[in-house]
């Protein structure tokens, strides 16, 4: 079978949920001389200001009933508060050091287009852009409603809140987005950021569809940020929001650009499919910011790009837990340790297949309890226990080890909980989030795919993993060895054809190991 390096598969595009601020020595002492003075000084005017804009931002609906709270401001108390907040909200971002904010093009009215995309989204520094778009409505976390300030702010704007741990709050969330989005212009224009996340703007990630679901027109809106350090980024990974904050208010200003492009009308098609107009609006976007537009997205917590419904991570945990075993425990001992959790998963004891901090460190033969408290902190960790599941395979799929087909066997055996000799939907998510290492949630095109009149054999899953052009490459790419992870006691690398198999296909790890 052919196999796909990943790492070149995806090399034309920078990673870009991480970001590191690149200075000289003379920009850092710089920095440091600049810093001393203007990050406290910026930051106490930014916080009197602050600290002026919550009453006010409070009395905007302050002896309104919660019916009327749900209807638009209207009348004096908007023109009055919202100058007010207006004008507050640019001085706090002028502190800052944001002494210009240079507008292109003209920001459509709300009967033109009734919500706005603002795209790349690089820092929570971006809500600037509230300013050129008159406080446009924005939907905001809930949790964000009970923080001191913001949470005023939120009320003030009328924000759409959300909490991503509730589905029936999301589900009201997207009620409300619609409701408001489809008014006539009885609502105020809304501003979102279809990214999702903060990345570190080299390309334009995924864009969720909420934005789109009305099948309204949209106007993209672009954020520049043209200086000679690149200090407003926060991410996933690298730079701070806390050392964002510094860098940025370290520097004497910092430069802002908002683009506003034409308005967006959605063709029929896209109105009856939201994935497909955030996809073309986001290609749109992308060829006007001249950066790539790719399919990474940030599922929960995790960095993942998607393909063919499947999330798949773009920082593997297997193949970080294989290099640490690797470091600990020796190469010539990484067969035996996958094959002690395979045969902990197999007792069929009520909860064989989770464990604790202390009792993979016990399996797998750590001596460190820290390596065993990185390996959880890789992979779903709830509870306090971690499921072992996860870790065997994943690993065991890029260890180079065992056959694919020996894997995918141990696989099926172990999440066909009833012995059907068939997987249910929910079964084929937790095997396939246990063979990738990161949970899967939208695995229904797979299973099409792999079903047969509602029966999903093992054999019938091999077949579409090593045949179907899409599915084929998550095989090959995210669940096969590379020649880092190809070893054996002996240090020679081994092959991929399954001479690690026992008489049934299960994995089985050599006796010599025992």
């Known amino acids: ?212 679901l009305a099948g309204v027109p949209v106007q993209p809106v672009l954020l520049h940020y043209p200086n000679k350090l690149d200090t407003v980024r926060w991410t996933y990974k690298g730079t701070t929001w806390l050392e964002a904050l510094w860098h940025t208010t370290s520097q004497l200003y910092t430069n802002v650009t908002v683009e506003f492009l034409p308005v967006y009308n959605p ?42 419904g499947l999330s798949l991570p773009v920082e593997s945990p297997a193949r970080k837990t294989l290099s640490l075993l690797q470091r600990s425990l020796g190469a010539g001992n990484v067969e035996a340790a996958l094959g002690r959790m395979i045969d902990r998963c197999q007792t069929g004891a009520q909860g064989s297949a989770r464990a604790s901090v202390d009792e993979l460190a016990d399996i797998l033969g750590l001596t460190d309890r820290k390596a065993a408290v990185t390996i959880c902190g890789l992979y779903y960790f709830k509870d306090e226990v971690v499921d072992l599941r996860q870790i065997c395979l994943s690993v065991a799929a890029l260890s180079g080890l065992f056959s694919f087909k020996s894997v995918l066997h141990t696989a099926f055996t172990l999440f066909d909980r009833e012995g059907r000799g068939s997987l249910s939907a929910e079964e084929l998510s937790d095997l396939m989030g246990a063979l990738l290492g990161v949970p899967q949630r939208n695995t229904a095109e797979l299973y099409t795919q792999a079903s047969n009149q509602g029966q999903l054999t093992e054999e019938r899953l091999l077949q579409v993993l090593t045949t179907h052009p899409t599915y084929q490459r998550v095989a090959n790419e995210f669940m096969q060895c590379d020649n880092a992870g190809a070893h054996l006691a002996n240090g020679k690398a081994e092959n991929n054809n399954g001479s690690m198999q026992n008489g049934n296909g299960s994995i089985h790890y050599n006796k010599k190991f025992d």
């Not at 910011?289 to 790719?294: D, E, I, Q, S, W």
Request: aromatic share 10%.
């Open 1 to 212: 079978m052919e196999r796909y390096d990943r790492h070149s598969a995806t090399q034309e595009y920078p990673h870009p949920f991480i970001h590191e601020v690149k200075m000289t020595t003379a920009q850092r002492i710089r920095g440091i001389i600049l810093g001393s003075v203007l990050f406290p000084v910026r930051i106490l005017l930014a916080s009197l200001l602050f600290l002026i804009m919550w009453p006010i931002a409070r009395l905007r609906l302050a002896g309104l009933s919660e019916e009327e709270r749900s209807r638009p401001v209207k009348g004096w108390r908007r023109w009055l508060f919202h100058s007010v907040i207006l004008s507050l909200s640019r001085a706090v971002f002028f502190c800052l050091g944001y002494f210009w904010v240079k507008v292109k093009g003209r920001k459509a009215d709300l009967k033109e287009a009734p919500v706005l995309v603002v795209a790349p989204h690089s820092s929570f520094l971006d809500m600037l852009v509230l300013c050129p778009t008159e406080l446009a409505t924005v939907v905001s976390r809930s949790e964000n409603a009970s923080l001191p300030v913001i949470g005023a702010l939120l009320e003030f704007n009328q924000s759409v809140l959300v909490s991503r741990k509730d589905p029936e709050s999301r589900k009201k969330a997207v009620a409300q987005v619609r409701e408001r989005l489809t008014s006539n212009g009885y609502w105020p224009q809304m501003l979102m950021f279809p990214e999702g996340t903060t990345t570190n703007g080299s390309v334009l990630i995924k864009f969720k569809p909420g934005a789109f």
């Open 267 to 308: 063709s029929q098609e896209e109105k009856n499919d939201p994935n497909l107009y955030a996809d073309n609006v986001q290609k749109l976007m992308a060829k006007a910011l001249g950066v790539p537009a790719t399919d990474y997205v940030m599922d929960g917590r995790v960095p993942v790009s998607k393909l063919g």
